[in-house]
C-alpha cells in the first residue's frame, strides 16, 4: 500500500493498514513526516516531540516513511501505481484563497502559512527554506478572523509585535449556537482563543481595499472600509455595501493573509493519475476510492480544510474501504 502525504489522515491510515497486516509506505514531500501537524499548527499548541515519538512508534510498528518525496514532481505518480496494490491520497488542502487587491505584490504581504510554517522550522532549528518572515516591532495585520488568523496572531505576539489587527470581512458571530445551526451541526460562534487574550484588536464587518506601499516597494499601511451586510434572498448570495465615509488608513508593515484555502493543488499527483475532483476542487470519492481503481482518498484533500479529528477517521475509514477491493 502507498500513502501520499503524511498529514494525520494519512498517518492513521498507515497505522489502520500495518495493524491489519499490509505492507505500507507513506510518501512525503517534505524533509518530516507529519502534515500541518508539523509545519502548520503553531509548535506553542502541539510540540514536535510528540508528533517525533508517535512516528518513531509507527516506524518501529514497520510503516516505512519515504521523505523528500514529492510525488508528481520528483517520483512519478504512475510509477507508484504500478509499484503497488493500492494508492491513497492524503496531500491535504493546500491552495490559499488569495486577496487580489491594488498593493497585493508589495513585499511583507505573505499568504499565512508562508508564516506559520516557517515559524515552526525555526523553533525547531530546521531549514527556513524561504526569506525569514519575522514580526518583531511590526505593525501586523492578520486578514481573516478564523482559526489560522489566530494563529498568526499568537506568533506575531511571541514575535514581539508592535501592534497587532486582526480584520474580518463577515459580522461578528453570535455568543451561542443560533437557531439555524442546530447540534451537531459545527456551530458558527464567537471564539476567543489564548492567542486572541495574549493581545490583538479584533474587528468585524472589514473591507480590506488596498494595500500602500513605501518607496522600495515595501507595504506600509493598509486601507479598510466598514460595510454592511444585506439580507439575501433564498438562494442568493448575500452582499454588502461599503459605510459612507468609513474608509481610513491603518498602519501595517507585515500583512497575512488568513482568509481559508480552496482545495488541493490540481497539478502533480492529481494531474498525472487522471483523478477528477468534485464541484469544488476536492478529490471525487465514492466511498473513498477515486474514479481510478485501487486509488483511494481521504482527509482535507477529499473534504476541504478540516480538523485533525476529522482527518484521523477519514483515514481510518479510507483504510478500511482499500481493503475491501
Ligand atoms: C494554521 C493551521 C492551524 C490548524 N490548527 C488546527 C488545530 O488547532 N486543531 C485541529 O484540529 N485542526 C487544525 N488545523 C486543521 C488541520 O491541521 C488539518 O485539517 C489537517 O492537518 C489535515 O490533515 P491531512 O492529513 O488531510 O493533510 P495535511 O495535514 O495537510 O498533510 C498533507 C501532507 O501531504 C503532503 N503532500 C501533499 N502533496 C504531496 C505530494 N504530491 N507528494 C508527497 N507529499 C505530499 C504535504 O506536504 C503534507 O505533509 C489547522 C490548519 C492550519 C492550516
Same mark, same amino acid.
Given at each position: ?81 504500478? &509499484?503497488?496494490? $493500492? %494508492?491513497?491520497?492524503? @496531500? #491535504?488542502? !493546500? ?8 498593493? *497585493? ?31 518583531? &516591532?511590526?505593525? $501586523? %495585520?492578520?486578514?481573516? @478572523? #478564523?482559526? !489560522? ?8 505576539? *511571541? ?39 495574549? @493581545? ?126
Amino acid at each position: 500500500m502507498a500513502i501520499i502525504g503524511s498529514g494525520p489522515a494519512g498517518l492513521s491510515a498507515a497505522e489502520q493498514l500495518n495493524s491489519a497486516g499490509h505492507s505500507v509506505t507513506v510518501f512525503e514531500r517534505d524533509e518530516k513526516v507529519g502534515g500541518l501537524l508539523r509545519f502548520g499548527i503553531p509548535d506553542f499548541k502541539l510540540g514536535m516531540d510528540i508528533i517525533d515519538r508517535k512516528i518513531n512508534l509507527m516506524a518501529e510498528a514497520g510503516v516505512e516513511f519515504v521523505v523528500n518525496a514529492h510525488v508528481g514532481k520528483d517520483v512519478n505518480a504512475q510509477q507508484i501505481r504500478q &509499484d503497488y496494490d $493500492v %494508492v491513497l491520497l492524503t @496531500g #491535504g488542502s !493546500t491552495v490559499p484563497r488569495d486577496l487580489p487587491i491594488p498593493g *497585493r505584490d508589495l513585499k511583507g504581504v505573505h499568504f499565512a502559512m508562508e508564516f506559520l510554517g516557517q515559524n515552526n522550522r525555526r523553533a525547531n532549528n530546521m531549514d527556513l527554506k524561504t526569506e525569514e518572515i519575522h514580526a518583531k &516591532d511590526k505593525h $501586523v %495585520v492578520v486578514i481573516g @478572523g #478564523g482559526d !489560522t488568523g489566530s494563529d498568526c496572531v499568537g506568533t506575531s505576539n *511571541r514575535h514581539g509585535a508592535k501592534s497587532i489587527t486582526q480584520v474580518e470581512i463577515m459580522p461578528i458571530p453570535p455568543e451561542k449556537r443560533p437557531a439555524n445551526m442546530p447540534w451537531p451541526q459545527y456551530p458558527m460562534i464567537m471564539r476567543t482563543s489564548t492567542s486572541h487574550e495574549e @493581545g490583538c484588536d479584533r474587528h468585524w464587518n472589514i473591507l480590506t481595499k488596498e494595500f500602500i506601499g513605501d518607496d522600495d516597494g515595501k507595504v506600509k499601511a493598509l486601507r479598510i472600509a466598514d460595510i454592511v451586510w444585506k439580507d439575501a434572498a433564498p438562494g442568493e448570495r448575500p452582499s454588502f455595501e461599503e459605510v459612507a465615509g468609513s474608509e481610513r488608513v491603518i498602519p501595517c508593515d507585515q500583512a497575512f493573509l488568513a482568509m481559508g484555502f480552496l482545495h488541493p493543488e490540481p497539478h502533480g499527483v492529481l494531474a498525472q493519475l487522471d483523478v477528477a475532483l468534485d464541484d469544488r476542487g476536492n478529490v471525487a470519492t465514492k466511498d473513498f476510492q477515486t474514479n481510478q481503481k485501487g486509488v483511494f482518498a481521504a482527509g482535507d484533500m477529499r473534504t476541504g480544510q478540516s480538523l485533525v479529528v476529522r482527518c484521523i477517521n477519514e483515514g481510518r475509514e479510507c483504510a478500511r474501504a482499500s481493503m475491501n477491493i
